[in-house]
């Protein structure tokens, strides 16, 4: 691929001045062992960045930092302009509210059913019954699983409990996703099924989305593909063309080595980039 | 090398019970601040008092009844058979109905504990529940110490209770002692400050139950494995810190109320 020509995103969310995610000189130890170094990136409004590298690298460390799930040792973290790394607890349970997350084995609640899973928040919140059942419902049939409303967590397959997962986190309609690992452990045609739910969600809602993954395979699908709309299902884009709201981020030992887009990342020369790719 | 070592043990076993001070002082701020999870309260209430009435029941009339029959046979030697009744209440209501009643009640239910929120952290769910805008001290923690503290004042009482039945029925039916005369010394030799000791011991004893079946829960790492060393833990520590708090308990208690 020598040329990469870009086309634009079919429909992203009207952009606000500020980014939605921005991580700036962020550094975090566990117990000495020093897992980020001085990372710093942003996630603009309706921009999906795939964040690659080897398995333990910290990737999904990145993703918990996000959410405030876990608290830098340095540096700062802003979501939607409120800064995660010094907010109290209580405040960041209602900041969550504008961002869903996948983890990455699904994380459901096992003794809760997949209504009750993907109905969770909205129960917390007080929702209407009727309105649970119909937001439940519409997010179950975007990843096509209504049938298993009743089903317990232990009665699906692995990669059914990732795409209840997925309609958990976006029952919400949150601003932000964050995947962490979505297709790890998952067959090559389910792992498909995966990120095509992931594109839908990018390309039908334009949602800002921050992507784990360490399987070049579904990063660079999500590039260069598209969600169709019309046959319900992905295509690629036209003459090897990519996603221009898709980008690429790359964590090694503990530094990140590439931010950028598909274009950078197939033609940079480092020699550590090369040898991931290769 | 060593001394590093043993510098690192002591700042985690500093750090350990700092964890467990902050866990405890949110569950009980938890209990002043919304929401209120009174259905998971109602849940665990069931779980930890009615599951574990059998085996409180069981234990408790047993106990009686062997009181009674170790009590009768020292008691006799001096002509005091006739006390049996009253060595059985004030031995159940002061000291073995809330120390064997949570001891019992530890083994079931810290262990629960442990391992249910063990699983649920190494598989991530409590971080999904914290990504879900649910704090999980206030879904999780919170309901279960306060039933285990409301449950386990009940468990005691209804120990202590089956405990003098369980003697009585030994006094009466095996060493052929007159009833009536039994459970007249068993009522009448009590007074205010024992059933006081009796009754403040299983709050102190609930919140170690329960508080501590959660932190080791909560602090697991380690996958499966580190599950069941959490429960073998919460089960470990919260048996040794009853015994432990009932003789500080006692001891402050006998001071105030002089026996």
């Known amino acids: 691929m020598d040329t990469v ?150 009665q699906l397959s692995g990669g ?72 319900s299902k992905m295509e690629p884009l036209p003459d090897g063309t990519v996603n221009s709201n898709t980008t690429f981020l790359l964590l090694h030992d503990g530094k990140l080595e590439f931010d950028g887009t598909t274009h950078d990342l197939i033609h940079s020369n480092d020699p550590f980039l090369k040898k991931y790719l290769s | 090398m060593p001394v590093k070592s043993l510098d690192g043990a002591a700042k985690q076993a500093v ?19 919304k929401p209120h999870y009174l259905p998971d309260i109602w849940s665990q209430a069931d779980l930890i008092g009615v599951g574990s009435l059998p085996i409180v029941l069981l234990t408790g009339f047993f106990l009686g009844g062997v009181l009674a029959l170790q009590s009768a046979s020292t008691l006799s030697q001096f002509g005091a058979a006739a006390f049996t009744g009253q060595l059985v209440s004030f ?74 039945v369980g003697g009585a029925m030994v006094a009466v039916f095996m060493l052929g002692q007159d009833g009536s005369q039994y459970f007249h010394t068993a009522y009448q030799s009590l007074a205010y400050a024992d059933v006081v000791q009796g009754l403040v011991k299983p709050l102190f004893f609930g919140f170690i139950i329960g508080s501590i079946g959660c932190f080791y829960g909560m602090n697991t790492k380690g996958g499966t494995q580190g599950v069941g060393r959490s429960t073998t833990q919460a089960v470990v520590v919260s048996s040794v810190l009853i015994i432990a708090s009932d003789f500080l308990i006692s001891k402050v208690l006998i001071t105030i109320f002089g026996r």
């Not at chain 1, 634009?8 to 991580?23: C, K, L, Y």
């Not at chain 1, 700036?24 to 409004?45: C, K, Q, T, W, Y």
């Not at chain 1, 297709?183 to 992931?198: C, K």
């Not at chain 2, 019970?17 to 601040?33: D, W």
């Open chain 1, 5 to 154: 020509p870009t086309l634009e995103a079919p429909s992203p969310s009207p952009a606000p001045a500020e980014a939605t995610v921005v991580f700036e000189d962020v550094s975090i130890s566990f117990e000495a062992n020093e897992v980020l170094r001085g990372i710093s990136f942003r996630v603009a409004p309706g921009e999906t960045r795939i964040l690659l590298g080897p398995a333990g690298v910290g990737k999904s460390v990145v993703l918990k930092l996000t959410n405030g799930l876990l608290r830098p040792d340095s540096g700062r973290i802003t979501v939607f302009g409120q800064e995660v790394s010094s907010m109290p607890e209580d405040d960041l349970y209602i900041l969550r509210d504008r961002i869903g997350m996948v983890f990455q084995e699904g994380a459901l609640f096992d003794s809760l059913t997949v209504h009750d899973n993907v109905a969770y928040r909205l129960i917390e919140e007080h929702v209407s019954p009727d309105e649970i059942d119909r937001r439940v419902l519409e997010a179950l049939r975007f990843v096509e699983l209504e049938h298993t409303v009743d089903k317990l967590p232990s």
């Open chain 2, 91 to 164: 031995s159940m209501i002061k000291e073995i109905g809330p120390v064997v009643t949570a001891l019992m009640v530890s083994g079931r239910n810290a262990s629960g504990m442990a391992s249910e929120l063990g699983s649920m952290m190494v598989t991530e769910q409590i971080d999904a529940m914290r990504a879900l805008g649910t704090d999980p001290v206030k879904k999780l923690v919170t309901p279960r110490i306060f039933s285990t503290v409301f449950m386990v004042f009940f468990l005691v009482i209804v120990s202590d209770a089956v405990g003098i």
């Open chain 1, 160 to 231: 059914m409990r990732r795409r209840v997962a997925i309609a958990r986190a976006i029952v919400s309609r949150p601003d932000l996703l964050l995947y962490d690992s979505p297709t790890g452990g998952l067959d090559p045609i389910t792992s498909t099924t995966i990120i095509e739910l992931v594109m839908k969600q990018r390309d039908v809602y334009g949602t800002s989305s921050l992507l784990v993954t360490h399987r070049l395979q579904d990063a660079f699908t999500l590039a260069t593909h598209r969600f169709n709309q019309q046959s």
């Open chain 2, 15 to 33: 750090s350990s019970v700092q964890n467990y001070a902050l866990l405890s002082g949110r569950a009980i701020g938890n209990l002043f601040k």
